[in-house]
């Protein structure tokens, strides 16, 4: 997703002379490359100065700019909070904070590489939108949804190699709703970011295993949500699934089981999140997830599936 | 314009006195005399003290940027005015009050110019020595002379104090400021922060082709005998009593 966020922010610089991108010593360097050699005045390295990047582009944006500040997804938002909340958020600027690795994409790095709690913190922040696009095709249009939206954006990205999983999605992205990306009647899967394709892997496993459909959607906007949408889905399937690379706490499973209290859901709803706790563990995202009940097997499982291996 | 701040100070808790008398003069001088106000892209001011800001909110009034209504309402039940400045207030370009944020702001605004082409354009920055205490400002400060901003001038209201007490003894390292600022690639200058005519001159007479940073020293809580150098008017507003004594000492001066 990184090259793909690279590849668009390079179209968008393209069409504006005042969109800039400013990174904090972290950058995919060769699929960036287009843009530092085409565009070397609106690329910065601020160096390891999360604050300075933050409030630098602020300031840019003062002046009419468009800028991106990226660097790993930590490091983008918990160092420089304040400038975030204050210099961004409360100024409401148009700057979008590309927050790569989000959620446990770090797998092997450690809990200081973990945003495993980002979208609830910046989902905090008033005027701040949050965006985690699924694979590289929906990171492309979120890059430019953020580049278009007019005030701060949070666009959390994974890492590198993520699989295509929206090529033939029914729904087009939409900033702000929801958008269903695989068809299905019986069973409703929520998912946003990369995780998203675990979603696919539990949706193929129970048509081919109970012969029921199930449909998958990609909750890329995470603020503002698309709380009618959600209650639609609440609505009209008998189950519902939401699986999220991210903390219990604050994020998508929360609001679907707000969501369907208030509206009176009478359907099943099954959530799969982060529990609320640092991550000790290494290994692939994989087994991360794992460690945290997030797996094909687990979901098939609580689902009542013929597919799961664990009961 | 100390005897309107003094005014407010009556109707508002907090106002945090000292900190406007000390930089007054400052800001007055980058008002009057260094700022291009006119034209399509005026020069910038972005007071990075942002508890400072009743000096601010005075200069604009005397220039008729913000209403005597603006200052009139200031801290009461349904006014806009606040105790630090806030984007969308006439002549207010950027919300400080947490310190640390207006050098990183005041850099990206001059790299814009730079960058875009506004190359008469200047950005001002007033900060206070306190706020220095910051790891942003130092991260800006690395920042500015690499990205050749020789158009941003930040003023430092230096008056040995914050809020809890003399930075000499909290930071016995802390000064002097200017080698460690030199030593960061800008050019520094040390002048007396109450002389406009040597805020002028210091500014005029700069080498140029890097950012400038003039030391201004001052103290804090200028102008009223008991608030100078006293802590305890970092924060708070004069009593009734203490309104007239210090009303009696300005009207003597003036």
């Given at each position: 997703v990184r090259d793909a966020f690279a590849r668009t922010v390079y179209e968008i610089a393209r069409d504006d002379p005042r969109v800039f991108v400013v990174v904090a010593d972290i950058s995919p360097a060769s699929a960036m490359a287009p843009f530092v050699r085409d565009y070397p005045d609106r690329f910065l390295n601020a160096g390891l100065a999360e604050q300075a990047m933050i409030g630098l582009c602020a300031g840019l944006a003062m002046r009419g700019c468009t800028a991106f500040a990226y660097t790993i997804a930590t490091f983008a938002i918990y160092r420089p909070f304040e400038q975030v909340r204050d210099d961004l958020c409360y100024q409401n600027l148009p700057v979008t904070i590309v927050g790569i690795g989000g959620g446990t994409a770090y797998s092997l790095l450690g809990g200081t590489h973990h945003a495993q709690e980002d979208v609830a913190v910046m989902r905090a922040l008033p005027n701040m939108a949050v965006v985690a696009p699924c694979d590289p095709l929906e990171?492309?249009?979120?890059?430019?949804?953020?580049?278009?939206?007019?005030?701060?954006?949070?666009?959390?990205?994974?890492?590198?190699?993520?699989?295509?999983?929206?090529?033939?999605?029914?729904?087009?992205?939409?900033?702000?709703?929801?958008?269903?990306?695989?068809?299905?009647?019986?069973?409703?899967?929520?998912?946003?970011?990369?995780?998203?394709?675990?979603?696919?892997?539990?949706?193929?496993?129970?048509?081919?295993?109970?012969?029921?459909?199930?449909?998958?959607?990609?909750?890329?906007?995470?603020?503002?949500?698309?709380r009618d949408g959600l209650a639609r889905i609440l609505r009209e399937f008998e189950t519902v699934v939401v699986l999220e690379d991210h903390s219990e706490r604050g994020g998508l499973a929360a609001d679907a089981e707000q969501i369907a209290w208030q509206s009176r859901a009478g359907c099943a709803l099954h959530t799969f999140s982060l529990r609320d706790e640092f991550i000790h563990v290494y290994g692939s995202q994989q087994d991360l997830w794992r460690a945290h009940g997030l797996s094909v097997d687990r979901i098939c499982a609580a689902l009542g599936s013929r597919a799961a291996s664990v009961r | 314009m100390r005897r309107r701040i003094l005014d407010i100070s009556q109707t508002v808790p907090a106002l945090h006195i000292a900190p406007a008398f000390s930089c007054l003069e400052i800001v007055d001088a980058v008002y009057h005399g260094l700022m291009r106000r006119d034209g399509p892209d005026p020069d910038s001011f972005i007071l990075s003290k942002g508890h400072g800001a009743m000096a601010q909110y005075a200069v604009l009034e005397e220039l008729g940027v913000m209403s005597r209504e603006d200052l009139d309402s200031c801290g009461k039940d349904g006014g806009h005015v606040g105790m630090h400045p806030d984007i969308g207030l006439p002549g207010i370009e950027a919300s400080t009050g947490s310190l640390g944020h207006g050098l990183p702001l005041a850099v990206g605004m001059a790299l814009a110019d730079r960058t875009l082409g506004a190359t008469d354009r200047m950005?001002?920055?007033?900060?206070?020595?306190?706020?220095?205490?910051?790891?942003?400002?130092?991260?800006?400060?690395?920042?500015?002379?690499?990205?050749?901003?020789?158009?941003?001038?930040?003023?430092?209201?230096?008056?040995?104090?914050?809020?809890?007490?003399?930075?000499?003894?909290?930071?016995?390292?802390?000064?002097?400021?200017?080698?460690?600022?030199?030593?960061?690639?800008?050019?520094?200058?040390?002048?007396?922060?109450?002389?406009?005519?040597?805020?002028?001159?210091?500014?005029?007479?700069?080498?140029?082709?890097?950012?400038?940073?003039?030391?201004?020293?001052?103290?804090?809580?200028?102008?009223?005998?008991?608030?100078?150098?006293?802590?305890?008017?970092?924060?708070?507003?004069?009593?009734?009593?203490?309104?007239?004594?210090?009303?009696q000492e300005l009207e003597a001066v003036s």
């Open positions: 990171a492309a249009a979120a890059t430019l949804a953020c580049a278009r939206h007019r005030g701060p954006a949070y666009l959390r990205l994974g890492k590198a190699g993520e699989p295509a999983l929206t090529r033939e999605a029914p729904a087009p992205f939409e900033f702000g709703r929801l958008r269903r990306i695989r068809d299905g009647r019986d069973v409703c899967i929520v998912s946003y970011g990369p995780i998203v394709k675990m979603a696919f892997d539990v949706a193929e496993r129970i048509e081919a295993a109970d012969g029921r459909s199930v449909a998958v959607v990609s909750a890329h906007t995470l603020k503002p949500l698309d | 950005v001002y920055c007033v900060m206070s020595d306190g706020e220095l205490e910051e790891g942003s400002v130092w991260e800006a400060m690395m920042l500015a002379p690499t990205l050749r901003l020789d158009r941003l001038i930040v003023i430092v209201d230096l008056n040995d104090y914050q809020s809890l007490g003399k930075i000499s003894e909290i930071h016995p390292n802390f000064y002097p400021v200017a080698p460690k600022v030199e030593a960061f690639g800008w050019e520094a200058r040390e002048v007396d922060g109450h002389d406009p005519g040597a805020l002028h001159a210091a500014v005029a007479t700069r080498r140029g082709g890097r950012p400038l940073m003039v030391i201004a020293r001052t103290v804090k809580g200028k102008g009223v005998s008991y608030m100078e150098n006293a802590p305890i008017w970092h924060y708070r507003s004069p009593s009734p009593d203490e309104y007239r004594r210090a009303l």
